[in-house]
């Protein structure tokens, strides 16, 4: 059974930073693809950015600009996000996703593994 563990977040203050941690069991990230959703209050999920290690091949929303980077370490089984220069606007949910896949993806539907999310509060 795969599971994703998502930690990290917290409160923080806009132009800060904060990295978040998936750590899977179950599934190594190293043959899967990796990717970052975030939900807003009151907003429909959306992709944030996407990594598959098998093709190579990577894919962000236009927001991160630069702004958020994913990363992995194989010891750990973990992927991580690092945000950058936090906006309020980036408060939500985020969520991981792993596909079994090499298809990096805007949609769900290519995800088939999900985390319960963590909360990144940004304030002003």
């Known amino acids: 059974q795969v599971q994703l563990a998502e930690s990290g977040g917290g409160l923080v203050q806009a132009g800060e930073s904060l990295r978040l941690s998936c750590t899977a069991s179950?599934?190594?990230?190293?043959?899967?693809?990796a990717a970052w959703f975030r939900q807003a209050p009151g907003e429909e999920r959306e992709f944030v950015l996407a990594?598959?290690?098998?093709?190579?091949?990577?894919y962000h929303a236009d927001f991160v600009k630069g702004r958020f980077t994913m990363s992995r370490d194989d010891a750990k089984n973990t992927v991580y996000l690092q945000m950058n220069s936090l906006k309020p606007e980036d408060t939500a949910l985020y969520y991981c996703?792993?596909?079994?896949?090499?298809?990096?993806?805007?949609?769900?539907?290519?995800?088939?593994?999900w985390g319960q999310g963590t909360q990144v509060t940004v304030s002003s």
């Open positions: 990594q598959s290690w098998r093709s190579g091949g990577s």
């Open positions: 996703a792993l596909g079994d896949g090499a298809v990096v993806s805007a949609q769900e539907r290519h995800y088939d593994y």
């Open positions: 179950g599934r190594t990230f190293s043959t899967a693809t």
